[in-house]
């Protein structure tokens, strides 16, 4: 039996949720160990990121323009605008200002997760998609809970220096109940609910690489806190 569109969200989110073990930067982060080298190629990395999934909700916008998921994307895509112009502070304190994050080289581990969103936003089909942002959306937000508490506490980060943290990881229920609206009125049977699955688990895996490809630039050991160290 197919379940509920809610029900359905929350399966999916309960299956493809990583181990606390898989993310090996995460803890170093919470812990106060991460150098700010690595805290700095975070924010050029993630400002690859958000500039091209801000163009794919935008796609999937225009792809999805005369239904519910099209103004469901298209809120995406302004959280994506909101979350860019907080990062810059971020950025600011490790070291970064904006001419160096355009220059920073891209991360292949890093920057597979928005290849993937990419794919999605031509090829994938709208309530599937849904289906697989919103498990994701929950592990990312927690991950971004950890770090905005990490830099107050040992790193001594302003409030405007975490914000972008702290926009993904503050609780966005009417989201949720947006993406529930969505995937009711695209209508959930076994086939949606099977590439849901699928995405979602690729997603999954790719934000996984994206932390883990960030915790291998330095040894768990590592104290040196030059934002250019190694990351040149």
Same mark, same amino acid.
């Given at each position: 039996?197919?379940?509920?569109?809610?029900e359905a969200l929350l399966t999916i989110r309960r299956?493809?949720?990583? !181990?606390e073990r898989?993310?090996?930067?995460?803890?170093?982060?919470?812990?106060?160990?991460?150098?700010? @080298?690595?805290?700095?190629?975070?924010? +050029?990395?993630?400002?690859r990121i958000i500039r091209s999934d801000r163009r794919s909700f935008l796609v999937l916008a225009a792809r999805c323009a005369e239904t519910p998921a099209g103004g469901y994307f298209g809120r995406l895509a302004e959280g994506e605008s909101l979350a860019l112009n907080a990062l810059t $502070?971020?950025?600011?304190?490790?070291?970064? =200002?904006?001419?160096?994050?355009?220059?920073?080289e891209p991360l292949a581990g890093c920057q597979a997760y928005p290849g =993937?969103?990419?794919?999605? @936003?031509?090829?994938?089909?709208?309530?599937? *998609?849904?289906?697989?942002?919103? +498990?994701?959306? @929950?592990?990312?937000?927690?991950?971004? +809970? *950890?770090?905005?508490?990490?830099?107050?506490?040992?790193y001594g980060f302003s409030d405007a220096a975490c914000a972008f943290f702290d926009?993904? $990881?503050?609780?966005?229920?009417?989201?949720? %109940?947006? !993406?529930?609206?969505?995937?009711?009125?695209?209508?959930?049977d076994q086939q949606r609910l099977a590439e849901g699955r699928r995405y979602g688990r690729l997603l999954q895996a790719y934000e996984l690489m994206f932390w883990n490809t960030l915790a291998d630039l330095s040894p768990a050991t590592e104290q040196?806190? %030059?934002?250019?160290?190694g990351l040149a």
């Open positions: 039996m197919t379940p509920t569109p809610r299956e493809l949720t990583p !181990a898989e993310n090996r930067l995460i803890p170093r982060i919470e812990q106060g160990l991460a150098p700010v @080298a690595v805290l700095a190629e975070l924010a +050029a990395q993630q400002h $502070a971020f950025a600011a304190g490790c070291g970064l =200002q904006e001419q160096a994050l355009r220059e920073r =993937q969103l990419a794919w999605l @936003a031509l090829n994938g089909e709208p309530t599937a *998609i849904v289906l697989a942002l919103a +498990a994701n959306f @929950a592990a990312w937000g927690n991950y971004c +809970a *950890i770090t905005a508490r990490a830099l107050r506490q040992h926009f993904f $990881a503050t609780p966005a229920p009417e989201l949720e %109940d947006e !993406a529930v609206a969505v995937v009711t009125a695209g209508g959930l040196e806190n %030059d934002p250019g160290l």
